[in-house]
């Protein structure tokens, strides 16, 4: 069984400030990856970046990086000057062999 | 690339109708497709995963007879609400995964928003 955590429901920063997201999960299985969603207002479903649990080194994606700590099961994301379009609902979530399951999702608000 | 389609993105009707709700990939080979469902201010919790030509898998607590999946082609699936009520109103979200294992990442359409009178 997966289980998602994130126990920030909501987070605020400064516009071309940087802010990490939370999230801790857990897993039987020896396989697995871990992403991070942006939900925008428009519902729409955005992979943001994906971590393979086998390599060590944090994923990177522009301003977006993340701090995987797989002992620890915890995968923070890191933005990195925060502009007013990342303003959204963010899902962190682990795949399995079988299925994705969903944190509860942090909503971020940037300030202008 | 990876793009998938969804459709309606609205409905509304009557207590009593079935609703049919359409997900295509539309420049890629879906083996798999998944269909969520999301409450207001909550995640997006899975509901089945349909392989292409086969019956799909449902979770626990779905009923396999209210929400009619079917995965006849690499390219569409279909999710049909039967009898539709108002506790049925939601945000149903597909997601289809190619052929590159089961790892791979799910890309999303944009969601229905179902609402029933």
Redesign the interface.
């Known amino acids: 069984a997966q289980t998602v955590t994130q126990s920030q429901p909501e987070m605020s920063v400064q516009e071309a400030e940087t802010v990490t997201l939370s999230c801790t999960y857990d897993t039987s299985e020896s396989?697995?990856?871990l992403?991070w969603?942006k939900q925008p207002p428009?519902?729409?479903?955005i992979?943001v970046i994906?971590q393979?649990a086998y390599k060590q080194q944090n994923a990177t994606e522009n301003r977006f990086s993340v701090n995987f700590q797989k002992a620890a099961k915890s995968f923070s994301l890191k933005i990195s000057d925060s502009q007013l379009g990342d303003a959204a609902m963010y899902?962190c979530a682990s795949?399995?062999?079988?299925?994705?399951?969903?944190?509860?999702?942090t909503r971020l608000t940037i300030n202008p | 690339g990876a793009v998938v389609s969804q459709h309606p993105s609205w409905v509304i009707c009557k207590s009593g109708t079935s609703v049919k709700i359409e997900c295509r990939s539309l420049d890629f080979q879906a083996t798999t497709m998944?269909w969520y469902r999301?409450f207001p201010k909550?995640?997006?919790m899975?509901m089945a995963?349909s392989n292409e030509g086969s019956k799909a898998t449902y979770e626990q607590g779905v009923e396999k007879d209210k929400f009619l999946i079917n995965h006849a082609s690499l390219t569409l699936s279909t999710l049909t609400v039967t009898s539709a009520h108002p506790e049925d109103s939601s945000?149903y979200?597909c997601?289809a995964r190619g052929t590159g294992g089961?790892?791979q990442?799910?890309?999303?359409g944009?969601?229905t928003r179902l609402s029933i009178l």
């Not at chain 1, 428009?42 to 479903?45: A, F, H, V």
């Not at chain 1, 795949?95 to 999702?105: D, S, T």
């Open positions: 396989d697995y990856y992403f969603y428009s519902r729409q479903m992979l994906r393979e899902f795949q399995g062999a079988q299925k994705l399951v969903f944190g509860q999702g | 998944f999301q909550q995640s997006l899975l995963t945000f979200i997601s089961a790892y990442p799910q890309h999303f944009d969601g």
